[in-house]
């Protein structure tokens, strides 16, 4: 039974007015070893260069089922002010599960959306914005050139931009754009490189004719009309590709910054000097110790860690017994992470 009136009624406590743009990142570390054992630094790079470069924005994060110690570090941060918004669910819904949430509920005009292990540069909300405003019918872009078609060469951005008038154009991007996106993803550069559509506006912007799903923004009106999005895995490639058809199902224009202004750290909170002389916030983060960072010092020390040394060693000079590790790494990754 309630008794009384409620003092916020009472007094004519205002609503928060959110502001132009909400960032949504979606974090998943089930675990503080083995693939994730440095995750957690990971994560604090990846929010402090949100706050860093994104003052005026709202950070979202939404927790899709991690360890309790990633809840725990998540919260405090909230209570830092380094998050707005926070919220914990106990299982994984699915990356595209997740999507049907955010998409749905944040308020702001404008609404992006970044996975866990993104490091943001300098100038990037301002580079998207000058492609919205370039090209009228953007309706998801990332703020990285996107490498690929995900939708394996049936995108039809390119052929939307060139009824519409603009000049489409194939070319490969700058030594700078290739080092960053290969070194993030741990791959090689390849000898033949690829060509990414390219699209010049009248006002003389540059963007690149596609778009990625790991770090984009989208105009709320078409966040709302793309959902829901189909789910039957936690990581589904398949599922993915589906918001990239309704957008241009939709008639608007996946693109992306013809410059890149994101790194993808993985799993790993390692820097390509190629960016750490540009980024003024790159020091402090380097000098915090995070709670992941302190476990694996601790792990580092004792008989444990005098065998790890040891094994190391052993596969430096003994290449069979490296590759039957990785053989077995690789195993039981499928096992844990891969889909059917």
Known sequence: MRRGISPAKRAGLMAHIPGEIGV???????????????????????????????????????????????????QQRLQQGQIDYLMLSQYNLGKT??????????????????????????????????IFQAFPKAGMVSPAPAFFDVLRGKSRTASLLKTEGFQVYLDTLSDRD????YQGLGYEIPENLPTIPLVKAPDGTIACAQSGHHVFVMPQEVARAILPLPVDRALSSQNLRVLHERIENLGYWQLSTAQTFIYHLGNT?????LIKKDIYYIEQLENRKTPASKAIKTHSKGVKGWILSHFRQAMQHFPRLRK????????LFRLLYEDE
């Open 324 to 331: 039957s590790v990785e053989r077995i790494y690789n195993v």
């Open 269 to 273: 909170p390692l820097l390509p000097s």
């Open 97 to 130: 599960g997740a999507l049907n949430w955010i998409l749905a509920a944040m308020p702001h005009r404008y609404i992006a959306f970044s996975d866990g292990d993104i490091l943001f540069l300098p100038g990037w909300w301002e580079a998207v914005q000058k």
């Open 178 to 181: 290739i080092q960053l996106y």
């Open 24 to 74: 949504a990142s979606l974090v998943f570390i089930p675990s503080l070893t083995g693939f994730y054992a440095r995750s957690l630094e990971v994560l604090d790079w990846h929010l402090k260069s949100l706050r860093s470069t994104l003052p005026q924005g709202e950070i979202w994060v939404w927790d899709n089922g991690s360890a309790l110690e990633v809840k725990r570090f998540l």
